[in-house]
């Protein structure tokens, strides 16, 4: 049993024959298993070419039976994938080649490539010169070594859940980035918090960059994110740090924990994709007093001029602001059409109380942002981050003739956690709900002034 496990550890290094021997046998357990297990269990012929033919992106993850086979042949690779790694990182040292080519493994057809470069690539270090263990950090000239696996190993992870997924949630937004600040903790020797967290800070400054550079990802959503995925960075130092003082753990114990986390990690996004619950439905009320009779206000409400251009910074951002509102026919039935930066909502109207309800319901949303980048991007979250259902303006008379002015819209968004994301919702659609209702108010009073106003005499 000791030989398998040492065999499993980092440390050391294989031959070229050994390599080659290895991985057609693994190949070959690995096909048998799931050839096995997809025929008892799925009832279908597995075979060794189906292995190119998945296309993650492309799989159905509300189909029970499809996110089943998913997750159960994922979880069936983890052990396989494992004693991968370990070879290839035994075999890049063994050719004193940098261990960093480990991450082409992970990238299909270029595993293949590296597979066939490594069964033929000369031996150049024997065993006698490797020293023992594998410290994950052993100074601090490794310290940019460490920081760019990790960036690497995140942006994987992020490409992976919203390319592919098209998710974002707990693990997007909390679990990597527990994992930034966990794995830094461990490998810092100074082991202070402050030390640790800026590792952290400078990784997550780095993944910023990164996904700006290859066109994921715009300035505004990362600034948005940026408060909780801090205070979850700082939750994985906290914890790291704890892990290390009270177990005594050392830093080179923390690469196969890095290691295990990065082949964990597509599991949890895997099962929180297929067992979130759909989100909930929300609402935002705005309000505002207008001194004009709800009969002058109501036209105002039902078809506005065009918006002044915003001078609020986070319309200047990028965010989706209102410009002017048309409508074709009266009454019930009517479709009202509520233009955008970014194109028009198409409002059928569903009830008409003339002056004092309009609902409507919203059959098309455009995009609710503009992301700041330096390319053209349309990331998923712009058709899923904000998605209006329904609205309404409801005009009531005050006692003393003027009018109690409220904007409610209903919607949902697919991002987790729900209660930080709200808050972020909320106040955008509140901010949309006021631009609104300010030039309404504004119109109606200029309105009912020139209404009540003397003639010449």
């Not at 440390?11 to 297990?37: H, M, N, P, T």
């Not at 069936?76 to 082409?104: E, M, N, Q």
């Not at 400054?205 to 715009?218: D, H, K, M, S, Y």
């Not at 990065?262 to 759909?278: D, W």
């Amino acid at each position: 049993m000791r030989p398998v496990c040492r065999s499993l550890r980092l440390d050391g290094i294989v031959s070229r024959s050994q390599y080659l021997l290895s991985g057609f046998s693994l190949f070959f357990l690995k096909y048998l298993l799931d050839a096995l297990v997809v025929r008892r269990f799925f009832g279908r012929l597995w075979l060794p070419w189906d292995y190119i033919n998945i296309r993650w992106r492309e799989i159905d993850w509300r189909n029970h039976r499809t996110a089943a086979f998913s997750c159960v042949m994922f979880a069936l690779a983890l052990p396989f994938i494992w004693c991968g790694v370990v070879l290839t990182l035994k075999r890049l040292r063994s050719a004193a080649l940098p261990l960093v080519l480990v991450w082409l493994f992970f990238i299909p057809y270029l595993n293949l490539l590296l597979f066939a470069f490594l069964s033929i690539a000369p031996e150049k270090v024997a065993a006698a010169a490797i020293p023992p263990g594998i410290p994950f950090i052993r100074s601090r000239r490794k310290t940019w070594s460490n920081v760019f696996l990790i960036v690497l190993a995140c942006v994987a992870l992020v490409a992976f859940s919203v390319k592919y997924l098209e998710n974002y949630g707990w693990g997007l937004f909390v679990g990597i980035p527990f994992f930034v600040g966990f794995i830094p903790a461990l490998f810092n020797d100074e082991g202070t918090f402050l030390s640790s967290f800026m590792y952290s800070l400078v990784i997550h400054g780095c993944i910023a960059v990164v996904l700006l550079a290859i066109a994921f990802e715009g300035i505004f959503c990362l600034v948005m994110a940026a408060p909780l995925t801090l205070t979850a960075s700082a939750f994985g130092v906290l914890v790291g740090r704890s892990l290390r003082r009270i177990h005594q753990f050392r830093s080179e114990q923390s690469m196969p924990l890095f290691c295990a986390g990065v082949l964990i990690a597509p599991i949890f996004l895997l099962a929180e994709k297929h067992f979130t619950a759909p989100p909930p439905d929300l609402l935002v009320t705005s309000s505002v007093d207008i001194n004009a009779p709800p009969e002058i206000v109501w036209n105002q409400v039902v078809c506005f001029s065009e918006i002044p251009p915003p001078r609020e910074l986070i319309f200047r951002s990028g965010i989706a602001y209102p410009i002017r509102a048309e409508i074709r026919g009266t009454g019930r039935g009517a479709i009202r059409h509520c233009l955008f930066s970014t194109g028009p909502f198409v409002e059928p109207i569903d009830i008409w109380q003339q002056p004092e309800l309009l609902h409507f319901s919203v059959i098309s949303n455009p995009p609710p942002m503009r992301e700041l980048s330096p390319y053209k991007i349309d990331p998923p979250h712009l058709h899923g981050f904000l998605i209006s259902h329904a609205g309404q303006f409801k005009l009531t008379r005050t006692a003393t003739g003027k009018t109690h002015l409220e904007g409610t819209t209903w919607y949902v968004h697919n991002l987790y956690p729900e209660s930080y994301w709200r808050f972020w919702s909320d106040y955008i659609i509140h901010k949309i709900h006021l631009r609104v209702l300010d030039h309404i108010k504004a119109e109606a009073e200029g309105v009912s002034q020139n209404s009540f106003a003397p003639g010449p005499r």
